[in-house]
């Protein structure tokens, strides 16, 4: 892939493929895609693993277990957040978490389905983006379907002075607008900058393996070490990005619900 | 960065957008709204059969408690009726002791007086035989010895002063 015409491009592990074209809306082509396929493992393998979790018995096995772990933690984090309301956002928010965790977890693999390079479909603002405008709708709709116009009172923080609220009012609504933004962004960065970085210092041992034992073992040692100990923490990342993208839409469903 | 060059691509945008909308479609759907609520239930049911069994175990043991109380009072109430029946018992058989004893002293002092009334009628009867046949005795041997012929009652009523002193 980056050895392709001898030049190191740690980027072109983003690359989209498209794989097979499948129809067009409007002038848009709509392909079967390496992210596509990718998205799919995911789904798939987080499927196979609630399947797990379905054997509903009384004292659950290692397995349920787990599966009851993940639905816990998510059902407490909105308890926590909304209150007893929070439970009707739970099944979004869950698939959200889930289908992030499995994404990130898996863009991390180093294998390859099928001759398809590995992709992390969630280092794209395409994908993320397009969740954090789905959070942010949610918010919108529940919002205004529950205190319609009442809402707005949002951008007035509770117990603000009269005088302040001209001033208070207009950074509010800011803040507000950008939620969608840093929540698409936030995932996107997190994920394309710690694969640049594994890809930067896997490309510092082949780099270095031409410059002889001398150089390119301290180097190539050097190098390992260091990508054992980030590829561990991209492994922290990718569970701490969907908690924190959780996390973030559960506060902002809180917003809606019960205002502040 | 691919990312932001594949966005002039004609097919990236929209095959994004539908990929993501179909799996996360689907994943929302089969998973957020399927497994997830039959998975808390499960949780639910599993903490509400907890609750369950340890309020139920909290009324057993109360109930144990007031059964223990219940039979500690009833084999006491026990205890003391049985007692009590011992003693009215003791004090019945007591009493009818004594009535029998005190009947068959009663049969017994008829019986003795009536012997003893035997006694002195057969003795009497005695005292006047040997009366009679000594007075009878005495006249002979005074005619035996004197010749003189006592008349009967003469002999009786000194044989009498004789034995009655």
């Not at chain 1, 998205?39 to 009851?68: D, H, N, S, T, Y």
């Not at chain 1, 979004?92 to 965790?101: A, D, G, H, P, R």
């Not at chain 2, 539908?18 to 089969?30: K, M």
């Amino acid at each position: 892939m980056s050895a392709e015409a001898g030049k190191f491009d740690p980027m072109h592990q983003f690359t989209v493929e498209p794989v097979a074209k499948l129809f067009a809306v409007g002038g848009r082509e709509v392909w079967l895609t390496t992210s596509a396929l990718w998205m799919a493992a995911a789904a798939i393998l987080l499927w196979l693993f609630m399947l797990g979790g379905m054997k509903r018995q009384l004292v659950p096995g290692r397995w349920q277990a787990a599966v009851e772990g993940f639905t816990g933690f998510i059902s407490s984090m909105m308890s926590t957040n909304i209150g007893p309301e929070g439970r009707r956002y739970t099944p979004y928010v869950f698939s959200l978490f889930m289908f992030i965790l499995f994404c990130n977890l898996l863009g991390l693999m180093p294998f390859a389905i099928g001759g398809m390079h590995p992709l992390t479909v969630t280092s794209h603002f395409t994908i993320t983006g397009v969740l954090a405008i789905l959070s942010f709708a949610i918010v919108l709709i529940v919002g205004f379907w529950r205190h319609g116009l009442h809402f707005f009172s949002l951008f007035v923080p509770h117990g603000t002075p009269w005088p302040m609220i001209p001033f208070i009012a207009p950074i509010e609504f800011v803040s507000f607008m950008v939620r969608p933004f840093s929540l698409g962004l936030r995932l996107f960065v997190a994920m394309t900058a710690g694969h640049v970085l594994l890809e930067v210092f896997a490309n510092f041992i082949i780099q270095s393996s031409g410059a002889g034992a001398a150089i390119g073992l301290p180097v190539s040692i050097a190098s390992l070490a260091l990508m054992i100990g980030i590829s561990a923490l991209e492994l922290l990342v990718a569970g701490i990005q969907a908690y924190v993208f959780a996390l973030l839409t559960s506060l902002y469903i809180n917003d809606a619900v019960n205002l502040h | 960065m691919p990312q932001i060059n594949q966005l002039a691509e004609n097919w990236y945008f929209a095959s994004q957008l539908f990929w993501l909308a179909l799996i996360f479609g689907a994943v929302f759907v089969v998973i957020g709204l399927g497994m997830y609520p039959k998975i808390e239930a499960t949780v639910d049911a599993r903490d509400r059969k907890v609750a369950d069994d340890l309020a139920a175990a909290k009324a057993a043991h109360a109930a144990a408690d007031t059964i223990e109380d219940q039979y500690r009072q009833q084999s006491d109430a026990a205890r003391a009726a049985a007692q009590a029946a011992v003693q009215s018992a003791k004090d019945k058989a007591a009493r009818d002791a004594e009535k029998r004893l005190a009947k068959v002293d009663a049969e017994l002092a008829g019986k003795m007086a009536a012997a003893e009334a035997d006694v002195a009628a057969a003795r009497s009867s005695a005292m006047a035989e040997i009366e009679s046949v000594a007075a009878e005795a005495a006249g002979d041997l005074v005619a035996k010895l004197s010749g003189v012929k006592v008349a009967a009652a003469d002999a009786k009523q000194a044989v009498k002063a004789v034995l009655h002193g």
